[in-house]
C-alpha cells in the first residue's frame, strides 16, 4: 500500500524593530484588546486562528527585548493549541514594526479550509451522527461507526490534492490529512476526545488519529483502513483501536503524544 501526505511547512517570518510588556489586539472594529501577560497573549492568538482570521493585528507597547524573544514560540504554541486549527493552516507570516514606544504585530494567516466551509463541516457532521449513532451505543461503538462511515464514504486521492475535511465531504476524496482532520472532528462532536498524530510511514509523511476510550488511548488509521485502488463497500479494521507496539510495524512518529499502551 503506497499513501503519502504532502503537507507544507508553516512558514513564519518576523521582523523586530520596538517590543514591549503590553500587548493590545484589534478586532475587526479596530478597538484595542489589552493583555499584559504572555499567557494572555498566546491565548488570544489561539482564539483568532480558531475563528480562522486571515489577519490579526497587535499594538505593543514597553520592553522590546521580551517580545522579539518570546513571539515566534508564543505564536508556534498557540497554533498548535487545537489540533484541527493546526492542520488547516497552510501559512503564516508576521511582522513586528515600531514607532516610538509602540510596536504594531501584524499576522497573516492562510487556511486550506475557510471559517465558512468549517461551518459547513460541523453542520454536515451534526446530520450524519445524528443519523449513524444512537443513545445505545458505547463509545468504542461509536469509534467504530465513525470510522466505517468515513471509510465507506471516502476514496484516497492519489492525485495528493484534496488536504482538507471540507474537499473530504464536498468530493469524497482526500489524501490522510483529510481523512484525519474528519476524523477528529466527528469524534470530538460525538463527545469522544481524539488527537491527531503525525508521523511518518515507508511512502513518507502520514498522519492518523489518537483516540480516548476510558483512561487509555488508542490508534485509529482510517486512511489504512480505506482499501487502494478503492473498493466500495469494503472497510478493512486492521488500523482501528491499536497499541503503540502494534502501530509500530509500519508507523513512526518522533512527537510527544499520549502513550497507547
Avoid at 503506497?2 to 507544507?8: A, C, I, P
Avoid at 516610538?100 to 501584524?106: H, I, N
Avoid at 487556511?111 to 450524519?128: G, L, M, N
Wanted: hydrophobic share 40%; glycine share 4%; charged share 25%.
Amino acid at each position: 500500500m503506497s499513501r503519502m501526505v504532502v503537507r507544507l511547512g508553516l512558514a513564519a517570518a518576523v521582523l523586530t524593530f520596538g517590543l514591549g510588556a503590553e500587548v493590545r489586539f484589534m478586532d475587526a472594529q479596530g478597538l484595542a484588546l489589552s493583555t499584559s501577560t504572555p499567557a494572555a497573549l498566546e491565548q488570544e492568538i489561539a482564539l483568532q486562528v480558531q475563528q480562522q482570521q486571515p489577519v490579526i493585528k497587535l499594538a505593543y507597547t514597553g520592553d522590546r527585548d521580551e517580545l522579539s524573544a518570546t513571539i515566534a514560540e508564543l505564536t508556534r504554541r498557540a497554533i498548535e493549541h487545537d489540533d484541527y486549527t493546526r492542520y488547516v493552516i497552510d501559512s503564516y507570516f508576521y511582522s513586528v514594526r515600531a514607532w516610538g514606544s509602540t510596536a504594531t504585530v501584524t499576522m497573516n494567516v492562510s487556511y486550506r479550509e475557510s471559517a465558512e466551509q468549517t461551518r459547513y463541516v460541523d453542520e454536515q457532521v451534526r446530520q450524519t451522527l445524528a443519523a449513524i449513532l444512537t443513545p445505545e451505543m458505547n463509545d468504542r461503538e461509536k469509534v467504530k461507526a465513525i470510522h466505517d462511515w468515513i471509510v465507506l464514504r471516502l476514496a484516497y486521492d492519489e492525485s495528493l490534492a484534496r488536504y482538507t475535511a471540507y474537499e473530504a465531504l464536498t468530493e469524497r476524496k482526500a489524501v490522510c490529512q483529510g481523512y484525519a482532520l474528519l476524523n477528529q472532528r466527528m469524534l470530538t462532536a460525538a463527545g469522544i476526545e481524539s488527537r491527531i498524530i503525525e508521523g511518518q510511514v515507508d511512502s513518507g509523511s502520514h498522519v492518523w488519529n489518537l483516540v480516548k476510550l476510558g483512561d487509555s488511548w488508542h490508534h485509529v488509521d482510517a486512511t489504512w483502513d480505506d482499501p487502494l485502488p478503492d473498493r466500495p463497500g469494503s472497510v478493512g479494521t486492521k488500523y482501528l483501536l491499536k497499541n503503540d507496539r502494534q502501530m509500530r510495524l509500519d508507523h513512526r512518529w518522533e512527537r510527544t503524544y499520549p502513550p497507547a499502551d
